[in-house]
């Protein structure tokens, strides 16, 4: 018996302490899982969406759902490779210039829309308006709000001309509501259901809460791609029907969550690919009001808490510890093995929350909604955790909707309304920045109680890494701003989940993302 | 005929207090859709907020909210869905008859599966087809039929290796195929009503069979089946429809669950996503026609009762 016990430790700890990073890097190489085989073009890929989106339109969705269905439609002036670098896509260069606040793009030549219009520099400029616009209501608006005018050069020259150097404007691709539509089509169609692009698949019909339909753009710009003739994601948001199909052929591919995994392994026929994504599951903290305005008390609470046990608890172990840049993002994470408080220390938290004055600890609320069962069940294990701390957490779960109204609430009023802490992710962000600057910069704009007591290091440091353009340099300041954050406990970060994508084996070609999206459907292909 | 004056006076009523009530009732819950579409990640500012309830006519007092939907509902026009853009009345159109089909085929199966079990657990002396119904009884009744749809279709999958067609097909392109794809759902949603009504026969028929005129009937020597389904069924069936009819309100709140399981696109879904997504013309318009049918099927039912049983008369 102890054996055995002492046996699951060893394999915790293996898998999430000494090979976070191998974990990491044998998750890089499962989502190069592609064969030898040459790529055949032809056949409709039949797979399941695991949520409806929410609207196709390109420009005011924020939900991942919709992301997930239009990237195959619309495409972005740059777009990422399978390394998540920024390659050029719609803009074939791009320039710099004026000290950072002026970038000019050269367009890609007779790229068609999926209309057979000729894509130019009119229609990003338009586009792009099109989010400026409040009446448009981008919930991504502030990420391009930097932007103060678009000139059109010449119809394959596009200039934007900034007030501030913002380096984020560089990774175009990340940015969500950046797709490029024919100019004056929003006025023209339904976006939300309706859809003309210039992506690898077009459009055929969007039947909400049944299916979404894809032919292929046989006028893609990349004459080789894509491979499949057509695409059906067909709407199941009951895992267990996914799995169901999968299992019955009747689908060749399936997102899924970390115990719908399990159900599958080993089924013949299938793989599962899975690898760390921009998905760092987190409890948002408003710093506002006492006694969590004390960094003691928050470092207290996340020292008494076993990161492992979250990450076992929340996703059966399916992720690696991280801090606020997903870890496998780029160059720009904290390394797993340097992370503090991964290891609970009950006793040292002890002495943290005597010396700030809560010998007899507190009551607190966390908000979760079961929408996401891995927050309610990360908030749980804290529940739990906490109780060695005399700290009384109640865990409110409510529904989404309810959820994400209370925390605008306190995203809006600088942590003066709404609750004290809220469990939620991060997912992909075009740069290090959006993990960071609106969240800590006092002038950032979800800033949950910061806002009126600066800390200069963290507000200058932030500033500086948006003016800089030298890579190691920026890398430098967010690397020290997330060191700041991460010992602060501005929020508790946990971990990076895994992406899980189950295919069948008729599916070859296809890689997984780091940004979650299924960005290369287009190079995958049916054997 | 008075009768029926009166009756749908009140239908008309009740439908009025239900869309007051339906009106009100998701402006409550809180968050809207200009929550919904910032998310946890996006934010909207002060300026785009009100862009959002102005596209969607939400800064106008309640009252004339209320009053245009009300308008223009009667005029046949719900509105529109925030989510989509789609006009609700065809939204509502090609979502109800699957719904239709789907409460319709349960109601059938639960009439013709249930009742003949029913009669026969209340005659059968054999302990055994007693004890099967007693216990496929509350079997039925504490597996809540979601749970039941799930196992279904784990075990369809991997017992069989077989599920029927993703997409669904209507019944008019092809009968064969939306057969096999409502076999699963229909099962699912009819076994606990089945349990309800095979009790309620049974006792409904046990409290006939014990009553005089079944033993006249008896002592005039009819058969059997005679005595059973002209006499006692006959007369056992009032309670059983009242039942059959509340059960389609239950069986209106299961399709919101089945139809999200087994990835049919009806009306239920389309309410539970309404409610989700805070669509509130969505939300209204669904509910509107689930309270309509759910009156019109309890008015049917009284009717019933008057050609069940000729004695009762409404005056």
Known sequence: MARGTSGWHRGVDRRTFLAGGLALGSGLAGARLVSAQTPKRGGTLIAAAEIDPIGLDPHNSSNFSSAQAYDHIYESLTTYDEKTNIQPCLATSWEITNNGKTYTFKLRPN???????????????????????????????????????????????VQMNLDAPYPILGSFAGIRASGIIPKGYAEQENLKIKGIGTGPFKLVEYVPQDRIVYARNTDYWDKSLPYLDG??????????????????????????????????????????????????????LNVRNKPLSDARVRRAMRMAVDTNEVIQKAVFGAGVPSGPVPTGYGDWYLDPKTLPYL??????????????????????EIKCSPQYPEFVASTLVIQESLKKLNIDVTATQMEWGAFVAENAKSNNSCGKEGSD??????????????????YFHSKGTINKG???????KLDALLTEARQVTNHA???????EAQRIVVRDCQNWWWFAKHNIEAVSNKLQGYSQSFTGRRLFLKKAWLA | MRYLARRAAWTVLAVLGVSVLIFLLVRLLPGNIVDIIAGTEGQLSRAQRAAVLREFGLDRPLPVQYLLWLGNMLQGNFGWSFRTGQP?????????????????LAVLSVAFVGIPLGVAASVSRSLRVRTLVQIVGVLGLSLPNFWIAILLI?????????????????????????????????????????????RMTRSSMLEVLGQDFIRVARAKGLATRAVLLRHALRNALIPIVTVLGLQTGFLLGGVVITEQIFGLPGLGWTLLNGVYQRDYPVVQGTVMVFAVTFVLVNLLVDLLYTYLDPRIRYE
């Open chain 1, 421 to 438: 802490i809220y469990a939620s992710a991060n997912t992909f962000r075009p740069d290090p920045d959006g993990f960071l600057y609106p």
């Open chain 1, 343 to 364: 290891k609970p220390d009950v006793e040292g938290a002890k002495k943290l929350l005597v010396e700030a004055g809560y010998p007899n600890g507190f009551k607190v």
């Open chain 2, 154 to 198: 784990i075990g369809a999958s991997t017992l069989f290796g077989w599920l029927p067609a993703l997409i669904y097909v209507s019944p008019w392109t092809d009968a064969w195929v939306n057969v096999q794809q409502m076999f699963l759902p229909v099962l699912s949603l009819s076994l606990g009503l089945s349990a309800v009504v095979v």
């Open chain 1, 231 to 284: 695409m059906v994601f067909k709407v199941l948001t009951e895992e267990n029907a996914r799995i169901a199909a999968l299992r019955a052929g009747q689908i060749q591919y399936a997102f899924l969550n970390p115990p719908g995994a399990t159900q599958l392994e080993g089924a013949p026929g299938i793989t599962i690919m899975r690898s760390p994504y921009a998905w760092v599951v987190l409890h948002y």
């Open chain 1, 473 to 479: 340099e920026r890398r430098r300041l967010y690397e």
């Open chain 1, 450 to 456: 910061g806002c009126d007591t600066p800390d200069p």
């Open chain 1, 111 to 157: 790229v068609k829309f999926h209309n057979g219009q000729t894509m130019t520099a009119d229609d990003v400029k338009y586009s792009i308006e099109r989010v400026l616009d409040p009446k448009t209501a981008s919930p991504w608006l502030s990420w391009l709000n930097a932007i103060k005018e678009i000139k059109v050069v010449d119809p394959l020259t």
């Open chain 2, 88 to 104: 609700v009345a065809t939204l509502i159109a090609s979502r109800l008859p699957i719904t239709i089909e789907l409460a319709l």
